[in-house]
């Protein structure tokens, strides 16, 4: 029996997923809308195959990967995101994801994905594997590489315009957490205001 879990907030992506993944021959599909419910759904069905949008509230998807395999080390985790930033991508597999996958990208680009992890395969498409790798030959540092995934969420809610109090709304946080967090991007990016750190935002396509 093929057991997988979906980790996403937002419920119509569960329903995509979940007719791709019976179509792939999955029998039990469990679904989490939040990162606590992931963990428990983890610990009590112990799925084989982890479907898991980096957009999560709370700990955020790349901080759930680590829990989740301290749980089922032998799981596969595909990573499907709206997030097509190379350093995503890089730091999704340095923690132990074994795909990533584009939610603009096609049904039989999943179900390839899919495939590719149940037989033990890593799953990039050709595209994230060329930037990937044009990374780590020396291409120029991304800018934003040394902001952590919390510092990447607050600066693309920033480039759309949200104050801090809807930052930390959004990201169910205090507004003194918003307000560090932002500090701290300010101070890594080099910016000397929220108007600098919009257009980095705007420009890094975070807004999209």
Do not use: W
Request: charged share 20%.
């Amino acid at each position: 029996m093929k057991s997988a879990l979906v980790i996403d907030d937002h419920p119509v992506a569960h329903l995509g997923c979940r007719q791709l993944l019976t179509e792939a021959g999955y029998d039990t599909i469990h679904e989490a809308l939040t990162d606590t419910g992931a963990l428990k759904l983890a610990d009590a069905h112990s799925p084989s195959l982890i479907v898991l949008d980096l957009g999560m509230p709370g700990l955020g998807g790349l901080n759930l990967i680590e829990p989740l395999l301290r749980r089922l080390p032998d799981a596969r985790i595909l990573i499907f995101s709206m997030n097509e930033q190379t350093v995503f991508v890089s730091k999704a597999l340095e923690t132990g994801a074994t795909g990533y996958l584009s939610k603009n990208s096609a049904p039989e680009d999943f179900l390839a994905a899919v495939e590719a992890l149940e037989q033990g395969r890593l799953y990039l498409s050709h595209e994230m594997a060329l930037a990937v790798a044009s990374k780590g030959i020396g291409g120029r540092a991304d800018p934003l590489s040394t902001l952590t995934e919390r510092e990447h969420q607050v600066l693309r809610l920033i480039g759309q315009g949200q104050d801090l109090q809807s930052i930390a709304d959004a990201l169910r946080v205090s507004y003194k957490t918003a307000a560090n967090t932002s500090s701290n991007v300010r101070k890594k990016l080099g910016a000397s205001s929220t108007t600098d750190l919009i257009r980095m935002a705007i420009e890094a396509g975070l807004t999209r």
